[in-house]
């Protein structure tokens, strides 16, 4: 991959101590890692002349999460999605996705790029059918150019369903859903309308010439992704997935830097084998992943069921989680659903790094459990992955026990050195500090 190596690695070197302090990597680790194409830095150079601060998706690297965002032609409005944004930044999404299928997306993605201080994706399809009474209308030039508008705004990163070609639509006759990607059933209509192979797998080189041009990687769009457990795993999804790996050879061949997107709603048992078979087949290029859900019964609770999915899939290598909120099947995400998804996507991450003993990552955790056996609130607050919401728990079971803790002040005991789960009598903690302390006076 020598020319990979010229035209990717050599064009990030400015980066390189940025990058390496967030992950404890060395400069030479990371160059190491992206010239072989196992680590991608999205940074479009109309981003990075802002405020972009460039990150490392990869297998070397501690596991990002991705937030999606962006309104519709149902619901949501320019100042509340940029409100989103921020929301999702503040509680620690590493990247951000403007999906946005409703008016006024040029501008509505300009001000999300220009605010954020995260790489930015999207899928350019949405852009094109937004300008089309249908998607059948597009012409090939029709995409090419909103791609290369896209760049020019500064969009990091763009999903594209590249690799869903029309003889893999008869593999979804056995599915209980069939496709679920948006821009993958998008991709479809048009090929069966105009019995055409896929746009964008045949006009790929000249795709590769846009990103190469502004430094924008490829996330290869999963169009055949599974939508339920019955549907994982099948012919269809890795039919999709072989070209998957060929693209990506070609990608990097223009000097493109390549990440893939992969499923969906996925058995748990079957999420290793699904990593390593993306990580055979695309020749180790970082997996971006959608939970997987690992079960299809708990709609409002789909953040939990996704992120069980997400830890699996992230220790068995994945380098990037997009989250999925509690509104997930059921509508937009508010405020409070953002927060929610992004908290148990950085949970979900940061289990995955602790089990594949990434440098320093459990360093936190230790630091917790001292601050909890020491009863130091504020140290525990700090180091939480949301300190505002264990601080305004904590203070909410401060209240609750305000009657017995006067008690206790009453009777000389103001240290407040118990949980506020079993309270002074009960507490383990503070019941093995006076056992330690006899065990010191024993000898």
């Not at 680590?39 to 460039?54: E, F, G, T, W, Y």
């Not at 937004?130 to 763009?158: C, H, I, R, S, W």
């Not at 989250?323 to 950085?346: F, I, N, S, W």
Request: glycine share 6%; proline share 4%; with cysteine.
């Amino acid at each position: 991959m020598t020319q990979y190596t010229e035209a990717v690695a050599g064009r990030v070197t400015a980066e390189m101590a940025i990058v390496a302090d967030d992950e404890l990597l060395s400069a030479e680790t990371i160059r190491d890692e992206i010239a072989a194409g196992r680590m991608v830095i999205p940074a479009n150079r109309c981003h990075l002349a802002k405020q972009l601060v460039p990150i490392g998706i990869g297998i070397a690297a501690r596991t990002k999460i991705n937030a999606n965002l962006g309104n519709s032609a149902l619901s949501g409005d320019m100042p509340c999605e940029l409100a989103k944004v921020h929301y999702a930044i503040r509680f620690g999404a590493d990247t951000v996705m403007d999906l946005s299928t409703g008016e006024n997306i040029n501008e509505l993605r300009q001000q999300i790029i220009d605010e954020s201080t995260v790489p930015v994706g999207t899928v350019p399809l949405y852009q094109v059918c937004e300008q089309l009474d249908d998607v059948v209308d597009m012409t090939p030039q029709n995409f090419l150019d909103a791609v290369e508008t896209q760049a020019k705004q500064g969009v990091d990163y763009m999903t594209i369903h590249c690799a869903l070609l029309r003889e893999h639509l008869q593999l979804i006759d056995s599915r209980i859903i069939g496709i679920v990607s948006r821009g993958g059933s998008l991709t479809a209509k048009w090929m069966v309308a105009h019995q055409q192979e896929n746009p964008f797998y045949e006009h790929f080189d000249e795709l590769c010439e846009i990103m190469r041009q502004y430094d924008v990687t490829w996330s290869l769009g999963d169009g055949l992704r599974p939508g339920c457990l019955h549907d994982a795993s099948d012919a269809a999804q890795f039919a999709e997935l072989a070209v998957m790996g060929k693209l990506t050879k070609r990608a990097w061949e223009h000097g493109t830097q390549v990440m893939i997107e992969g499923p969906g709603h996925v058995p748990l048992d079957q999420i290793p084998m699904n990593i390593e078979r993306q990580i055979r087949e695309c020749y180790g290029a970082p997996f971006y992943v959608l939970g997987p859900v690992v079960c299809d019964v708990a709609p409002a609770y789909d953040h939990i069921t996704s992120a069980i999915g997400a830890a699996v899939a992230a220790q068995h290598g994945a380098a990037m989680l997009c989250y999925v909120t509690p509104k997930e099947h059921l509508g937009l995400p508010d405020m409070e659903d953002v927060r929610q998804g992004v908290v148990a996507y950085k949970i979900a991450a940061h289990a995955a790094d602790v089990a594949r003993h990434r440098p320093s990552v459990r360093d936190r955790d230790d630091a917790m459990a001292r601050a909890r056996f020491a009863f130091d609130w504020n140290e525990q607050f700090a180091l939480s992955l949301d300190p505002e919401r264990a601080r305004e728990y904590y203070e909410i079971s401060r209240k609750q026990s305000s009657t017995e803790q006067h008690c206790n002040a009453a009777n000389g005991d103001t240290t407040e050195h118990y949980c506020t789960m079993c309270g002074p009598k009960f507490c383990a903690m503070r019941t093995t500090a006076d056992l330690n302390r006899l065990r010191k006076e024993e000898k």
